[in-house]
């Protein structure tokens, strides 16, 4: 069965940085698009960062020039390096390969200011 290990979540101050990883395991599965999704208290969950399996990129306005998604192919995995974090970058940040129905289990990312 495939699943999406998120890792490399915590604790950092505002203006700091963060690099998340994702890797599928259980199978060989290849995934069309990746991506990270993040969730705050109380609001919906909502798209930050995907690339096809091409490495066309897409990014939500409130995280460009901030943070920047890549993937290895041959391994499976997507990475979101995140720089110049901000409070309200504080959610659960999901991987997923969401046309295909994957989803992580989420990993904290919280930025104190």
């Known amino acids: 069965q495939v699943q999406l290990v998120e890792s490399g979540g915590g604790l950092v101050q505002a203006g700091g940085s963060l690099s998340l990883s994702c890797a599928a395991s259980g199978g060989t599965l290849r995934f069309n698009t990746m991506g990270w999704y993040r969730q705050a208290p109380g609001k919906q969950r909502e798209l930050v960062a995907t690339m096809t399996r091409g490495g066309f990129a897409n990014y939500a306005d409130s995280v460009k020039g901030r943070f920047t998604i890549s993937r290895d192919n041959a391994k499976n995995t997507v990475y979101l390096q995140m720089n110049s974090l901000k409070p309200e970058d504080t959610a659960v940040y999901y991987c997923?390969?969401?046309?295909?129905?994957?989803w992580g289990q989420g990993t904290q990312v919280t930025v104190s200011s």
């Open positions: 997923a390969a969401p046309s295909q129905g994957y």
